[in-house]
């Protein structure tokens, strides 16, 4: 079974810094797309920051220029480097990796989501 375990979550103040990491376990032989998303208070869950395996990036408008995505692809691991960041960034962050190839018929996979905060 594939299990997604994110760290890095936490408290910070308007302006500072986080960076999220998300590490893929399992039998895994590759993974296409690994991103981040978020669900804030009484919002739905939107994307944040996807990468492919080849390096292409996209990323929400409410953070370009903030936030970095990063991969490892021989640890099958997603980094989310966040700058700058604003009380609106508040959520729930979620790591996803799609396009999974395993020994499972399952291509996509969540993981349990690592609280952010930012106040003062």
């Known amino acids: 079974q594939v299990q997604l375990v994110e760290s890095g979550g936490g408290l910070v103040q308007p302006g500072g810094s986080l960076r999220l990491s998300c590490a893929a376990s399992g039998e895994i032989l590759s993974i296409d797309a690994m991103g981040w998303y978020r669900q804030g208070p009484g919002k739905q869950r939107e994307l944040v920051a996807v990468l492919t395996r080849r390096g292409s990036a996209n990323y929400a408008d409410s953070v370009k220029g903030r936030f970095t995505i990063s991969r490892d692809n021989a640890k099958h691991t997603v980094y989310l480097q966040m700058n700058s960041l604003e009380p609106e960034d508040t959520a729930v962050y979620y790591c996803?990796?799609?396009?999974?190839?395993?020994?499972?018929?399952?291509?996509?996979?969540w993981g349990r989501g690592t609280q952010v905060t930012v106040s003062s």
């Open positions: 996803n990796a799609d396009g999974v190839v395993s020994f499972t018929p399952q291509a996509e996979f």
